[in-house]
């Protein structure tokens, strides 16, 4: 499903990621975790498109097709899709008009009719429930006047709502209390199907009781300098980066 081979990728000059190879397929969960600033964040901003960051060598494929030359709306329409570590406000316009635009958005770029009103109401009752998410907040701006887990649980909402084949999930965690951080995970898991592939980026095992991954790769230095299977991820909880830090030469 997705295939990256020798990607590079620098802002303003500056290398971050510095030969990325990633392999996903349908139906996989992956886990990505790393320390702070070792370019976790980038590869997700790289792969959903974001202009900002400019890609020096390398590739890579969705579906086949060269992600790299896709427009950033078009990754979105293919079914990429970013869940953010900040989600940002969207000052006057609701959610319930921002999704229904989305979605139909989707639904013309793959040969389908739009849906009805009657139809898309019916959708959004039905996938607001996957993250327990408050209905009265549909009908309020994008995000805004949110608390923390509400912005979180409305970027799983919209996830559910667009139904991508591959979800980049960016630390979707971070600021969560124990309670939204199962709600979200949970959310995350009741969506994983045969056909779709999700990427979590985390820097906590916790997230990793809820969303099990397949694969855990460890980030460093824009670099993934090792792999391994779920258990990884809670040896890195008891014992941190520093045996693979320094067993790692450049």
Known sequence: MLSVKNLHASVDGKEILRG????????????IMGPNGSGKSTLASVLAGNEKFTVTEGSASFEGQDLLAMSIEDRARSGLFLGF???VEIPGVTMANFMKLAVNEQRKFRGQEPLSAAEFLKLMREKSTVVELDAKLTSRAVNEGFSGGEKKKNEIFQMAMLDPKLAILDETDSGLDIDALRIVATGVTKLHTPQNATVVITHYQRLLDYIVPDVVHVLYKGRIIHSGDKTLALKLEKEGYDWLINE???
């Open 248 to 250: 790692y030469k450049e």
């Open 20 to 31: 990325i190879d990633l392999e996903v397929r349908a139906g996989e969960v992956h886990a």
């Open 85 to 87: 570590q900040y989600p």
